[in-house]
T-cell receptor
Framework: DAGVTQSPTHLIKTRGQQVTLRCSPK?????VSWYQQALGQGPQFIFQ???????QRGNFPDRFSGHQFPNYSSELNVNALLLGDSALYLCASSAGQGSNQPQHFGDGTRLSIL | GESVGLHLPTLSVQEGDNSIINCAYSNSASDYFIWYKQESGKGPQFIID?????DKRQGQRVTVLLNKTVKHLSLQIAATQPGDSAVYFC???????????FGAGTTVTVRA
């Protein structure tokens, strides 16, 4: 039973570029959340997708956008990259419509901005 | 605003001893809590969760205690092993919310 898978594992971009990160949820999960984790800190919530819609958003600018596909997989897009966007980007999946469901994480994409 | 914090950033434990990791939260509306373990180069791994209608929950070698009166959460690991060395995060969610709010984490090092 595959867990949450993310691609790519590492990525290097330059300021001003755009990036797309991908996530496949754990089998049986229909909800995908994205988090940003800076070095030495806890993950920060970006947004959550359910039924192909953004259900909740954290305190991130509009440069951060996402999408969920009918097979529940998801993409995170970041435009006009800044040096401060360098971080580990984590995808988490969960099951069910309600809140208070355990979220299971992938191993993330390490994004470095030069 | 909401915040989840941990009392100690680091914890050194002798192999075989019990570990206790503490967490304080400030949002009284939080009703769901999760402990995660994160090893170097990996994503957070779910350990155990607890809802606000409980004050204790046990798993394999782990126990989570919730004190809503003082807004405190703890994770107890029995017979700590070298493989338990990692950063531990507590996370919380307010009722009806979908996001997890994490603290900064506690680094646990197990001494042989």
């Amino acid at each position: 039973d595959a867990g949450v898978t993310q691609s790519p594992t590492h990525l290097i971009k330059t300021r001003g570029q755009q990036v797309t990160l991908r996530c496949s949820p754990k089998s049986g999960h229909d909800t995908v959340s994205w988090y940003q984790q800076a070095l030495g800190q806890g993950p920060q919530f970006i947004f959550q997708y359910y039924e192909e819609e953004e259900r909740q958003r954290g305190n991130f600018p509009d440069r951060f956008s996402g999408h969920q596909f009918p097979n529940y997989s998801s993409e995170l897009n970041v435009n006009a990259l800044l040096l401060g966007d360098s971080a580990l980007y984590l995808c988490a999946s969960s099951a069910g419509q309600g809140s208070n469901q355990p979220q299971h994480f992938g191993d993330g994409t390490r994004l470095s901005i030069l | 605003g909401e915040s989840v914090g941990l009392h100690l950033p680091t914890l050194s434990v002798q192999e075989g001893d019990n570990s206790i990791i503490n967490c304080a939260y400030s949002n009284s509306a939080s009703d769901y809590f999760i402990w995660y373990k994160q090893e170097s180069g990996k994503g957070p791994q779910f350990i155990i969760d607890i809802r606000s209608n409980m004050d204790k929950r046990q798993g394999q070698r782990v126990t989570v205690l919730l004190n809503k009166t003082v807004k405190h959460l703890s994770l107890q690991i029995a017979a700590t092993q070298p493989g338990d060395s990692a950063v531990y995060f507590c996370a919380e969610t307010p009722s009806g919310d979908y996001k997890l709010s994490f603290g900064a984490g506690t680094t646990v090092t197990v001494r042989a």
